[in-house]
Antibody, heavy 124, light 109 residues
C-alpha cells in the first residue's frame, strides 16, 4: 500500500519561501507523476502542480511564477518550494500520486493516493 | 481556463439517493473524477474516469457524464457518507493542469 507523508515547517514568514517534502513509501516513486494540492481553511482544493520522475513539471498558471518542484528518486521524495509567500498561501498542503488514464481516447489524470496533509501558516 | 461548478450543498435523508452535479463547458468530452473528503481528513478518490470505482469503494457510489453536466450518485445514503465532495478534470487545452470544482457539502438529514 502506497503511503505519502508531507514534512516541513508549519510556520513561514511573509515574503519568505515555503518548503515541503513528500516521502513516498510502500512503492517506487519512479514512472509516476506526483502532485501538490492545497486547501485553505474552509475552502476548496487547489492544484499547485505536478512533477514526473524525469523532472518534467507542469504548474498552475496562477502560481507558476512562484513555484518550483523537484524530485529525488534515490530518497523516494519530491518537494515543493513556493516563494514570496503571503497570508493567502496559508493552507493545508497535500501531496498526491497522479494516475494517468486514456479513457475515451484522451489522456486524463487523477489523484489516487494522498498524504494526510500538513498545515502551513504564513505569519510574522 | 476551464471552470467546474458544483452546488454548495445537497441534503438527503438516510436510505435515499443523493445526486451531486458538476457543470462545465462540454464536460462530457472530458473524464471526470470524484473525491470524498471528511472533516480533518485527506480527500479519497471515489470515482474515476466518469464512472469507475477504485477497489474498496462501495457500489452505492456511481458516476455519469454527458453534455455540460457530470453527476455523482450515491444510492442508499448512510450517515457515514456525510462529507464534502469534489469533482476534478484535467485541462489539456493550454497548460496541462488539474482543475477542481468548488466542492459540495452533502448533509444526511
Amino acid at each position: 500500500q502506497v503511503q505519502l507523508q508531507e514534512s516541513g515547517p508549519g510556520l513561514v514568514k511573509p515574503s519568505e519561501t515555503l518548503s515541503l517534502t513528500c516521502t513516498v513509501s510502500g512503492g517506487s516513486i519512479s514512472s509516476y507523476y506526483w502532485s501538490w494540492i492545497r486547501q485553505p481553511a474552509g475552502k476548496g482544493l487547489e492544484w499547485i502542480g505536478r512533477i514526473y520522475t524525469s523532472g518534467s513539471t507542469n504548474y498552475n498558471p496562477s502560481l507558476k511564477s512562484r513555484v518550483t518542484m523537484s524530485v529525488d528518486t534515490s530518497k523516494n521524495q519530491f518537494s515543493l518550494k513556493l516563494s514570496s509567500v503571503t497570508a493567502a498561501d496559508t493552507a493545508v498542503y497535500y501531496c498526491a500520486r497522479v494516475r494517468e488514464s486514456h479513457a475515451g481516447g484522451m489522456w486524463t489524470y487523477y489523484f489516487d493516493y494522498w498524504g494526510q496533509g500538513t498545515l502551513v501558516t504564513v505569519s510574522s | 481556463s476551464y471552470v467546474l461548478t458544483q452546488p454548495p450543498s445537497v441534503s438527503v435523508a438516510p436510505g435515499q439517493t443523493a445526486r451531486i452535479t458538476c457543470g462545465g463547458n462540454n464536460i462530457g468530452s472530458k473524464s471526470v473524477h470524484w473525491y470524498q473528503q471528511k472533516p480533518g481528513q485527506a480527500p479519497v478518490l471515489v470515482v474515476y474516469d466518469d464512472s469507475d470505482r477504485p477497489s474498496g469503494i462501495p457500489e452505492r457510489f456511481s458516476g455519469s457524464n454527458s453534455g455540460n453536466t457530470a453527476t455523482l450518485t450515491i444510492s442508499r445514503v448512510e450517515a457515514g457518507d456525510e462529507a464534502d465532495y469534489y469533482c476534478q478534470v484535467w485541462d489539456s487545452s493550454s497548460d496541462h493542469r488539474g482543475v477542481f470544482g468548488g466542492g459540495t457539502k452533502l448533509t444526511v438529514l
